[in-house]
């Protein structure tokens, strides 16, 4: 299929090939665990209780003034 003399080299088939995969998953690790780190203290807790009344509020307020607005010009008298 291949030729033996392709210029094509596969980093899995490098000697040193764990090394820079375990650098990577080190990286990507320490990203997730941050990020891990920084949800749950936004979303567990009492914290996360309050910020999800103050999401749902702001939600609440947007739809109720987008509908107030539109329903102002699609109803009203000329």
């Known amino acids: ?3 033996s003399e392709s210029g094509v ?3 899995r088939w490098k000697d040193n090939s764990q090394e820079e995969v375990s650098v990577v998953a080190m990286s990507n690790s ?3 665990s941050s990020y891990k780190r920084f ?3 936004l979303c567990t807790g009492k914290l996360g209780i309050i ?3 103050v999401g749902g ?5 947007s739809v109720f003034s987008l509908g107030y607005i539109t329903g102002y010009y699609v109803h009203k008298c000329k």
């Open 57 to 61: 509020l702001a939600l609440f307020w």
């Open 1 to 3: 299929m291949e030729s």
């Open 39 to 41: 949800c749950q203290k």
């Open 9 to 11: 080299q596969y980093s």
């Open 51 to 53: 910020m999800k009344i």
């Open 30 to 32: 320490e990203e997730s």
